[in-house]
């Protein structure tokens, strides 16, 4: 562990030469142990604690020793943005080729906002294999499933997209739990307001993290959804699930920007591409878990039509992230009504929603107050580059704007005024169409089977 003089001291990132992967444990109780070091001065613990109804033997330990070890390498990225060191260190056992290159993703395009907003000269490009062809040459792509899984593990974050993701894998008649890290107030009510069993892990950082980020460390996002894939993935393997069914949007895929010759996009992890690396992985594990997000043919807004009409979570979700901060003196409890996520959430819903029930929801008329402008035109791209934050594609927002301008209920408010009057007119009138944005697509890694329920909840 680092010396409390080394804490107090400034942080120099430049210092650290290379990130370490130390050790992993999974206990019998459930309680996951990873290690990792920068050089050999400062040493993190990092701890998750799945639930589990009965003692682990070592041969269910075992079996999933992979999924273990992808966690491993995952979730290391918390502890090596600190320093973002040139070289890694893989001291348990070498990634096989197709965990290498979602592991050379993660820890690089998987880092572009954070490389961005820090100013790096460059993205971090750690090697995790010894050769320089490529992580993962020669590995075939895993096929989406095709058949509907016996038992399904369904995420949970206390967003609309969750809810919609839940409702869909129930019209398929698969056996189906909920799963989260933490119990936020968003998620106890999703899934009250679900009445399915609930999967809880919780995770422990390690108190260092915050501490060096205060002296100095490096700061910034990182590809949290890749770590909340595999630990869904290995709690669901071990709770005799068959595959994980995520959340995650078309729109994900979508970047904020280009910089040092990559889209650097803040949703990477969420995205297709990420997806498809971690099913490949999955895949060569052999961990006997499959993971797809159910919602990947939609638009944000198609999603949130189909939330629209699904009532009974209206007042149990919040898809504002201050709800979800690390620091417990900066959560917020509700709705803030002042970041892009919540702006972004009401411009969604409001085409298929009165103003009356869009209040009631979020405590605030955010789309008849003139102070909010700045911050929705920016949603699509205008007076700027596209939010940080997990909000949809610009032709989302801007096909949100066209559909309230049509809108009665809408477009007298001051704030749709303007966006119809100063933003439409700055983007080709085949911008945002739409019936376009709102079609579902057939990008996707969904099992085929599944399709009918998606197309039923997601369609007109």
Known sequence: ????????????????????????????????????????????????????????????????????????????????????????????????????????????????????????????????????????????PAPAPSAVPARILVPVGGGKDSAVAIEIVRRSGAELALFSIGDAPPIVRTVAAAELAHLLVRRRLDPQVAELNAAGALNGHVPITAIVSCVAVLTAALNGFDAVAMANERSASAGNLRWDGIEVNHQFSKGLPAERLLGDALAELDGGVELFSILRPASELAIARAFARLEQYHGAFTSCNAIFRIDPALRAASWCCDCPKCRFVFLALAPFSSPEQLREIFGAAMLDDDRQFAGFALLSATGGHKPFECVGEEQESLAAIRLLADDARWSGQRVVRRLVAEVLPQHPASAGEPAGVLALSEEHRVPAALMPDVRALLGA
Request: net charge negative.
């Open 1 to 140: 562990m680092v010396a409390d003089a080394k804490l107090r001291s400034a942080f120099d990132p430049t210092a650290y030469e290379s990130f370490r992967f130390l050790s992993r444990e999974l206990d019998g109780a459930g309680r996951i142990t990873l290690r990792y070091a920068l050089d050999d001065q400062l040493e993190f613990v990092e701890e998750f604690d799945l639930p589990i109804e009965r003692e682990l033997s070592a041969a269910e330990r075992g079996r999933v020793d992979g999924l273990l070890s992808l966690l491993h390498w995952v979730a290391g990225v918390s502890y090596f943005k600190l320093a973002a060191p040139a070289e890694v260190s893989c001291e348990t056992s070498v990634p096989p080729p197709a965990v290498a290159r979602l592991l050379e993703a993660l820890y690089s395009e998987g880092l572009g906002e954070f490389a961005c907003t820090n100013g790096l000269p460059s993205l971090p490009r750690p090697r995790f294999t010894s050769t320089g062809t490529g992580a993962g040459a020669g590995v075939a």
